[in-house]
Structures are given as C-alpha cells and as structure tokens.
C-alpha cells in the first residue's frame, strides 16, 4: 500500500468522520462479561465435539478512542515483515471529530481547528468472502487452510493486480521487491508463525489493538466484543471483514 493511499477509496460510502457515530451499528454486545486487561496471544485451532479440529477465525479490533497516532504499529510491521520504503501494510488515517460551520467547544474557531483529533486504521479487512481470493486468475491470493487468514503465496502470484482492483478497500499493493501483491495477513509468516501476535499489536503501547480468535469464546477479542459496540467499513457490501473499530463517541450528547 502507497503511503500516498486515496483515501476516498477506502472510506468511499463510509465518510471519513462516520466512526464517530452516537448510535454504534454493526456489533452489539451479547452480554454484560468483563474482557481480561491483558491481550491474549495467538491460539491455536480448536478441537470440536465431533473430535474435529476447528479453524480459528482471527480478527482484529482497532479502538480509535486510544490510538494516539505514534505510528509504533507500521515501523513494527513494516521491519517484522521486509517492506521496502514507502510501502506499508497500514497505515493511520488521522481524522477530527470537529463538525465544520460549528465552533470548536476548545478554541471557538469555526475553521482550521486541530484541538481533536482521532486515527482510523487503514489495512486489509481481512474478508470473510474476500474479492481478492475470488478474482485471483493462480490461486495466489487465497485463504490459509489452517488459519482462515486471507494472505498470498508470491510463488504464484504474476503480478497482474487484479487483487488491487477487486479490493473495495484500496489497501493492496505490488511490493517493489518481490514483484508480487501483498496485505496485511496478520504476520501470518512472521509473527504468528511463531505463535506471538501480528507486530503491531505487539507495538502498540496504548492498547488500541486487539487480536485473537473469535471461534474461542475465552479469547480477549471475544470477549471484548461481548461489551463493546463495533463497526465494520462498509459492512453492505457482504464481504464479512474481520477487522472492527470502536469508534470515538462524543461525551454529553
């Protein structure tokens, strides 16, 4: 992904100040259980009642009342996974959470104000029925059988960009490189190979960043969605993305 990414294109249906919501749409909480405060690492695949083994399916929830924009996270993935510069597999869109043509309730100016300010994720959403895989010509981009993560094998891949074009998110890229296209797989090779979480979560030092598995009701990531409100960009377009936000609410109204 271009650190120069259009941005119209991934929040396009979305608007860009519309995590910022009163009333939360996508998620609502099951019950009333308390999330852990640690985040729990990578888990493993499940056995069934069948005595089948289960595949996990691996989300990640992005807080955007805590991300302070530092940028720890995309240094992290960028060396965790040997992206040449100026490409990234994420990136942080900064955003205001002041409505234009009413005066900043800290400054009064109508206009030009930067007393707010708040950071959405930008990266792969990891589909559940992900257009990439669909439009794939080799198989390159596919879903993993062990994981459910969608990630690429660059022995297949021939660079012909018609993952980039399907994704409704804008946010794959051909690495210069390897000459292949890539997304953000959750550190599928590096980190989580190795049983630890993606790099930026590990990074993050403000909690913002949530991982694991929601198959495991025991999880962190499953248990935080049994309390929290989430969204999902574009949820209308029913390719199922497992990345959530929380978005900023505005106190008092």
């Not at 009413?102 to 959403?125: A, H, I």
């Not at 994981?147 to 297949?156: A, K, N, Q, S």
Request: net charge positive; hydrophobic share 30%.
């Amino acid at each position: 992904m271009s650190l120069q990414i259009d941005r119209r294109k991934f929040l396009a249906g979305t608007t860009a100040g519309s995590l910022f919501v009163l009333t939360l749409g996508g998620c609502k909480p099951e019950d009333k259980g308390s999330p852990q405060a640690a985040k729990s690492g990578a888990s493993g695949a499940k056995t069934g009642s069948g005595g089948t083994t289960a595949r996990p399916h691996y989300a990640m929830v992005f807080d955007q009342n805590k991300c302070i924009g530092c940028g720890l996270c995309k240094t992290a993935c960028n060396e965790a996974n040997d992206l040449p510069k100026g490409r990234s597999r994420l990136l942080l869109e900064r955003q205001s959470t002041h409505v234009p043509g009413t005066p900043c309730p800290q400054c009064g100016k109508l206009e030009g104000c930067d007393c707010e300010r708040v950071y959405v994720r930008v990266s792969c959403q990891q589909c559940q029925d992900a257009p990439c895989v669909r439009v794939c010509p080799t198989g390159a981009a596919h879903v993993d059988s062990k994981t459910g993560i969608v990630t690429m094998d660059p022995d297949r891949c021939v660079g012909c960009k018609y993952c980039i074009a399907a994704c409704p998110y804008n946010v794959r890229f051909i690495n210069e490189k390897t000459k292949t296209a890539e997304n953000c797989d959750f550190c599928l090779k590096t980190k989580l190979a190795n049983g630890e979480e993606p790099a930026c979560v590990q990074a993050c030092r403000h909690g913002a960043l949530y991982f694991g598995d929601l198959n495991d009701p025991q999880s962190i990531i499953s248990r935080l969605l049994r309390v929290k409100d989430t969204v999902r960009i574009r949820p209308h377009l029913g390719t199922e993305p497992s990345l959530r936000y929380i978005p900023v609410t505005k106190e008092g109204v």
